[in-house]
């Protein structure tokens, strides 16, 4: 098993551009979760998803947009990067709910100029 | 006010120390999660506990819900130790969210 991956590892964009953060996981979880890590603070939730199909709001949603077509993937979209959105981006998947053990992936590092 | 408040926020040590960090919580709680966070990022999950204490290896976790309190201990501390400790709360049963410390950072001197 490969786990939770995501790509790019790190990205520079410029304000106004786009871009989609992958994440994929081969573990047939239900759960995906996507975070934002700044320096100093803690884990930040963008968006999550409970299964194939349902997507819901985090903390932090503002700016970001996902999806969930299959099981395995859950890619997270930024319309317009602003500076704000440079971060750390971790992608997790847990099998039953945020309860159980989360599986996180090892990161985009995205700066925005 | 943060939910969950870590201590210390950095914390330097000897090898071979006793190593004790330190996690509050200010809502009532169904699971607490302790993470690692290696120095190239990564991040793993080393103990999930509603009560008592597990150990695994060199680390034991305990948690007092009354008290909403939670330690990581790290017996015999090595350098391979050395990283930065998350502590996460799940609120409510069935509740998919966890909010997050900001993090321990431990140094391990050889």
């Known amino acids: 098993n490969a786990g939770v991956t995501q790509t790019p590892k790190f990205r520079i964009l410029k304000i106004g551009q786009s871009m989609t953060l992958q994440c994929a996981q081969d573990m047939n979880h239900n759960y995906m979760y996507w975070y934002r890590q700044d320096p100093g603070m803690g884990l930040k939730l963008i968006y999550y998803?409970?299964?194939?199909?349902?997507?819901d709001k985090g903390e932090v949603p503002n700016g970001y947009n996902v999806s969930r077509s299959t099981t395995e993937d859950f890619p997270l979209r930024l319309e317009l990067a602003a500076p704000s959105q440079t971060s750390v981006y971790f992608c997790?998947?847990?099998?039953?709910?945020?309860?159980?053990?989360?599986?996180f992936g090892p990161g985009t590092r995205l700066l925005v100029l | 006010k943060n939910e969950v408040e870590q201590s210390p926020q950095n914390l330097t040590a000897q090898e071979g120390e006793f190593i004790t960090i330190n996690c509050s919580y200010s809502v009532g709680i169904s699971a607490l999660h302790w993470l690692q966070q290696h120095p190239g990022g990564g991040i793993v999950s080393l103990f999930m506990l509603s009560s008592g204490k597990k150990k695994h290896g060199r680390l034991i976790a305990t948690i007092n819900i009354q008290e909403k309190h939670s330690s990581l201990h790290i017996t015999a501390s090595h350098p391979r130790d050395s990283a930065v400790y998350i502590c996460?709360?799940?609120?409510?049963?069935?509740?998919?969210?966890?909010?997050f410390g900001t993090g321990t950072r431990l140094t391990i001197i050889p």
């Open positions: 997790a998947s847990s099998s039953l709910r945020g309860q159980e053990t989360q599986y």
């Open positions: 998803s409970v299964g194939a199909g349902i997507t």
């Open positions: 996460a709360v799940g609120a409510n049963f069935g509740n998919e969210k966890l909010t």
